[in-house]
């Protein structure tokens, strides 16, 4: 089947581009990955490569002619394949009249001990590119693709956003800002707020998930604005992989040469007997609460389980938290850790550490503590130990696809063990974050389009949105010193920043961590407001292998909390400026 090449959409903003120069001409064979033509957008001037093998039988824009997006510009098929039709559509889309037979180029038949190397599976595939999954990464993967002039699909069997945009960080967000403004309320007075009566101030929760609703609704909207903008072609159902280049979509079965896995993860139970009775849900559940419980025990103590822990205490219910580690979010700093922990008991949370849920009863959770047997009565259980890889309608071993601990195996270039199929996000496994996914997706995308390029894991921030919020990246003070031996910390508490002070929230402080040798920066950790929106900085600075004296000699604007960067960084460097 002829391939029809079209003028590659390489920017958002991108309507139309000026071919340059054709590195092939007609009748010339073409093998995948060679420079194939050259285009000028508004911003450059780059190759782009052939996606298959054939001959360049057709040339419908000569050089320095501009076309818009997605118009055809060439045909590409066998030796001996009749054209006829595309050429004829093709030049109707671009408002031309067919040319006379004799003007086409041919090419003299190879002879018959040595037959023209076929057409590549790309020229007789419906798509370029298969996504499945519309998630974070999913979706991105679809658009960057597009964007770089693949023939793009996507496959997605509920909504566009995936559990982020539905079931995660957009609607927990969502929550914990009306939790915030609750706060707001109650504490108004002390900023010169009278008249405004604060120990009456409620939370309705039917009017909280109305407007979560409508900010996920609007959102997963605009994915999918996106995704038709772009010319990406929607698939709603579920995706099931017939093999390397098939997929089968309800009725439907397409094919493809390069194949997006991004079906992302599933909620993670622990395997403990439970009562039926029980009130017994799961953070998909708990994020539609139209009533606050009055009491109710979390299992676990990460991520999730703080989050939903932090929400509901400030809202009324009390709260336990039942954790098996020997701390709750392990994956933080543990000067940190133990801050956000003493926030949460002064809030009336209840914290057991080091706790082995043994069962659920019908009126309590029971566990093991220290070798001792205890119990919590409770008439709500919130299952939050984390989430696992959702590998549902993927035959791994069928498809010989590795998979380790139940996540598909990828390189740093997110290709599995096949040469055809990537997957992306959560379904592999490494970093189960929104912004993870969708940089993967376009590490992906750029290599299966020539581009190289590598995935870096190690600056990869993460967020947790209490009130104080928390934000990090890079090796913790433990990590560091394992990894560095002696290394140079730097802290500085947000009671002595004026934007803190004037907020009224003054609680947590910046932690910098440097290596000894060239002071370079090796993880940052911030406890304090704006946190999650100030880390970038530091993700940044990492990337550029920056040392502490850079950041403390970057101005930063006054007052702003942002301040506390180059005041820990000055501390690490045992230069404090603003605090002893």
């Known amino acids: 089947m002829a391939d029809i090449i079209i003028m590659p959409k390489l920017g ?49 824009l000569e050089e320095g002619e501009k076309i818009p997006v997605t118009l055809p510009i060439a045909i590409v098929a066998g030796t001996d394949e009749n054209i006829d039709a595309e050429l004829a559509d093709a030049l109707a889309k671009l408002g031309k009249e067919a040319e006379p037979a004799k003007s086409e180029v041919t090419t003299a038949a190879a002879p018959a001990s040595a037959p023209a190397k076929p057409v590549s599976a790309v020229s007789s595939n419906d798509f370029d590119i298969i996504v499945i999954g519309g998630g974070p990464g999913g979706y991105v993967a679809a658009i960057k693709a597009a964007q770089l002039g693949k023939r793009t699909a996507i496959i997605e069997e509920d909504s566009f956003g995936g559990v982020c945009l539905n079931r ?9 800002r009306s939790a915030e403004a609750l706060k707001e309320v109650k504490e108004s007075e ?72 991004a079906t992302g993860s599933v909620v993670k139970h622990l395997p403990v007997p439970a009562d039926p009775e029980m009130n017994l849900i799961t953070s998909n559940e708990a994020l539609n609460l139209t009533e606050i419980p009055e009491n109710i025990v979390i299992i676990g103590g990460g991520v999730i389980g703080i989050e939903f822990a932090y929400f509901l205490a400030s809202i009324g219910s009390k709260v336990t938290v039942v954790e098996f580690l020997d701390r709750i979010l392990p994956m933080v700093d543990e000067e940190i850790t133990d801050q956000v922990s003493a926030m949460l008991k002064a809030m009336g949370v209840t914290i057991h550490t080091g706790a082995k849920v043994t069962a659920i009863t019908k009126h309590a959770v029971e566990f093991e503590k220290a070798g001792n047997p205890e119990s919590v009565e409770t008439s709500s259980v919130l299952m939050a130990v984390g989430r696992i890889p959702n590998l549902s309608g993927i035959d791994c071993q069928g498809l010989n696809i590795k998979t380790e601990r139940g996540a598909i195996v990828t390189d740093l270039t997110l290709k599995t063990s096949v ?61 560091a010193k394992a990894k560095y ?66 950041v403390a000699k970057t101005i930063h604007p006054h007052p702003t909390v942002s301040e506390v960067y180059h005041e820990a960084f000055h501390a690490a460097l045992d230069q404090a400026i603003h605090f002893i």
């Open 419 to 479: 040469d055809n199929i990537y997957a992306i996000g959560d379904v592999n496994g490494k970093a189960m974050l929104a912004h993870t996914a969708s940089m993967e997706a376009v590490i992906a995308v750029e290599n299966i389009c020539g581009h190289a390029g590598k995935m870096s894991y190690d600056t990869i921030p993460s967020a947790i949105y209490l009130q104080p919020e928390i934000a990090c990246v890079g090796l913790t003070e433990a990590q």
């Open 168 to 176: 995660g960080c957009i609607p927990t967000k969502v929550l914990l």
């Open 485 to 550: 031996g002696k290394v140079k910390v730097g802290k500085f508490p947000l009671l002595a920043n004026g934007k803190a002070k004037v907020a009224g929230e003054e609680r947590g402080l910046i932690k910098v961590i440097v290596e000894p040798q060239f002071h370079e920066v090796v993880g940052v950790h911030l406890y304090c407001i704006h946190a999650t929106d100030m880390i970038a900085e530091a993700v940044l600075a990492m990337n550029l292998e920056s040392t502490a004296e850079e």
């Open 12 to 60: 958002f903003n991108m309507s139309e581009g000026k071919l340059v120069t054709w590195h092939k001409k007609e009748g010339d064979a073409i093998k995948k990955g060679e420079p194939l033509f050259s285009i000028e957008t508004d911003k450059t001037t780059i190759d782009i490569e052939a996606t298959g093998d054939g001959i360049l039988r057709k040339i419908l």
């Open 190 to 261: 002390k900023f010169g707020v009278t008249g405004v009566p604060a120990e009456s101030a409620r939370l309705d929760m039917k009017l909280v998930q109305r407007r979560k609703s409508g900010v996920v609704s609007q959102l997963v909207g605009g994915v999918n604005g996106l995704l038709k903008a772009n010319g990406v072609s929607i698939f709603q159902g579920t995706g099931e992989i017939l093999d390397h280049h098939t997929i089968k979509v309800g009725d439907h079965i397409i094919t493809t040469e390069y194949l997006i896995i």
